[in-house]
Nanobody
Framework: VQLVESGGGLVQPGGSLRLSCAAS????????IGWFRQAPGKEREGVSC????????NYDDSVKGRFTISRDNARNTVYLDMNSLKPNDTAVYYC??????????????WGQGTQVTVSS
């Protein structure tokens, strides 16, 4: 099981980014995959998750209405579209899987992370 994130960068407040989580060693449709983030000096927190099969999603309250998680089975990739970005969205973003159908965890397989910086 391997996950590789990409798409991070520097963006101005109000801007948008799309993060990608490319999976190998398993099919993204089979396992739940979550996005997490960790800001400097803060604990890692869950951002969003997509379950296997029907792809039910959930979001942290801080990103509801701004972020969208989706899955492309043909590309074996999960995306996180981030809109209306705020400075406090600045963090290293990770994707992870719990190798289960739902998002209950624990999440044991992690990518290396991608930095998102929201600043003017």
């Amino acid at each position: 099981v391997q996950l590789v994130e990409s798409g991070g960068g520097l963006v101005q407040p109000g801007g948008s980014l799309r993060l990608s989580c490319a999976a190998s060693g398993f099919t993204v449709n089979y396992y739940a995959i979550g996005w997490f983030r960790q800001a400097p000096g803060k604990e890692r927190e869950g951002v969003s998750c997509i379950e296997s099969g029907d792809g039910a999603t959930n979001y942290d309250d801080s990103v509801k209405g701004r972020f969208t998680i989706s899955r492309d089975n043909a590309r074996n990739t999960v995306y996180l579209d981030m809109n209306s970005l705020k400075p406090n969205d600045t963090a290293v973003y990770y994707c992870a899987t719990d190798q289960a159908n739902n998002c209950l965890g624990p999440f044991g397989s992690w990518g290396q992370g991608t930095q998102v910086t929201v600043s003017s």
